[in-house]
């Protein structure tokens, strides 16, 4: 399967203070590629790059085969962007909005608009100053999907929308993706990553930690021990042999015990910290 994104050794520094260093990774076309990390990790200025949004100082960014500081308006013409930070002109109407995103492109995307507006519950006759978050949100992604990209990029894409516009997001996603697109999602929320996702990229302090699947990020041997012994509760993270655990509580009057796997973000946080050490 061809690669659509294929980043090497992408470095970018603002003055002297650090961007990103080093950073390779490719994304495969059809992937729903998960990009994590917490805030100044690098993630948005990976994105930003990759976009031709800023420069960079050393590396290569191809997309679609093709070179973002030489073919940037070839490649941006099949790619659905969404900042972290949408801004839009408060003083007009969603639906004046979402056209002139369509005419800026040069299609006509009304089809498709009335389509993502209706699933994602868009009222297009609202001035955008009057939108909330979410709803700001939404129209920003109804212009990033309505002309139908190869890729998208969403940054953040799901910070404001209640539970069930996060679900419909993740439906339309999938569907487009299905048909042939590959979508870069940067998020902190670590269910999306683990549910939707096939591959992720884990960025800290500009770096890359690490490129795998997300079954193989997620996979660890610890297990969360929670239990009540000697009129005490206690809960830990216990990664050793588990013939050594019962051998070690056996001497011990255990009023009740639970053993299962550790939360997502017990995993991560794990990564985080071994990763450091």
Request: glycine share 8%.
């Given at each position: 399967?061809?690669?659509?994104?294929?980043?090497?050794?992408?470095?970018?520094?603002?003055?002297?203070?650090?961007?990103?260093?080093?950073?390779?990774?490719?994304?495969?076309?059809?992937?729903?590629?998960?990009?994590?990390?917490?805030?100044?990790?690098?993630?948005?200025?990976?994105?930003?790059?990759?976009?031709?949004?800023?420069?960079?100082?050393?590396?290569?960014?191809?997309?679609?085969?093709?070179?973002?500081?030489?073919?940037?308006?070839?490649?941006?013409?099949?790619?659905?962007?969404?900042?972290?930070?949408?801004?839009?002109?408060?003083?007009?109407?969603?639906?004046?909005?979402?056209?002139?995103?369509?005419?800026?492109?040069?299609?006509?995307?009304?089809?498709?608009?009335?389509?993502?507006?209706?699933?994602?519950?868009?009222?297009?006759?609202?001035?955008?100053?009057?939108?909330?978050?979410?709803?700001?949100?939404?129209?920003?992604?109804?212009?990033?999907?309505?002309?139908?990209?190869?890729?998208?990029?969403?940054?953040?894409?799901?910070?404001?929308?209640?539970?069930?516009?996060?679900?419909?997001?993740?439906?339309?996603?999938?569907?487009?993706?299905?048909?042939?697109?590959?979508?870069?999602?940067?998020?902190?929320?670590?269910?999306?990553?683990?549910?939707?996702?096939?591959?992720?990229?884990?960025?800290?302090?500009?770096?890359?930690?690490?490129?795998?699947?997300?079954?193989?990020?997620?996979?660890?041997?610890?297990?969360?021990?929670?239990?009540?012994?000697?009129?005490?509760?206690?809960?830990?993270?216990?990664?050793?042999?588990?013939?050594?655990?019962?051998?070690?509580l056996a001497g011990y009057d255990i009023e009740d015990i639970l053993i299962e796997e550790p939360a997502l973000d017990e995993i991560f946080m794990h990564f985080y910290?071994?990763?450091?050490?």
């Amino acid at each position: 399967m061809k690669n659509v994104i294929e980043i090497d050794n992408l470095t970018k520094y603002y003055g002297k203070h650090r961007g990103v260093t080093d950073v390779s990774f490719q994304v495969a076309e059809g992937d729903i590629f998960g990009f994590l990390g917490p805030n100044g990790a690098g993630k948005s200025t990976t994105i930003r790059s990759m976009l031709g949004l800023i420069r960079f100082q050393k590396g290569s960014i191809r997309i679609f085969d093709k070179d973002i500081r030489t073919d940037k308006e070839a490649i941006l013409s099949e790619v659905g962007y969404m900042p972290s930070e949408t801004m839009f002109y408060p003083a007009m109407k969603v639906k004046e909005m979402i056209q002139m995103a369509a005419e800026v492109r040069g299609k006509d995307c009304r089809k498709e608009a009335e389509k993502l507006c209706q699933r994602l519950q868009v009222d297009v006759d609202k001035k955008i100053s009057d939108l909330s978050l979410g709803n700001r949100k939404k129209v920003g992604i109804v212009c990033a999907m309505q002309h139908r990209p190869k890729l998208f990029v969403f940054d953040e894409p799901t910070s404001g929308l209640d539970p069930l516009m996060q679900s419909e997001f993740f439906k339309l996603i999938q569907e487009y993706v299905s048909e042939g697109a590959t979508c870069m999602l940067s998020t902190h929320v670590l269910s999306e990553i683990k549910n939707y996702c096939q591959n992720a990229a884990i960025m800290k302090e500009g770096k890359l930690l690490c490129v795998d699947s997300v079954g193989n990020i997620t996979r660890t041997n610890a297990k969360r021990v929670k239990l009540q012994r000697e009129g005490r509760q206690e809960s830990y993270l216990y990664k050793g042999d588990m013939n050594e655990l019962v051998r070690d509580l056996a001497g011990y009057d255990i009023e009740d015990i639970l053993i299962e796997e550790p939360a997502l973000d017990e995993i991560f946080m794990h990564f985080y910290e071994s990763e450091s050490n």
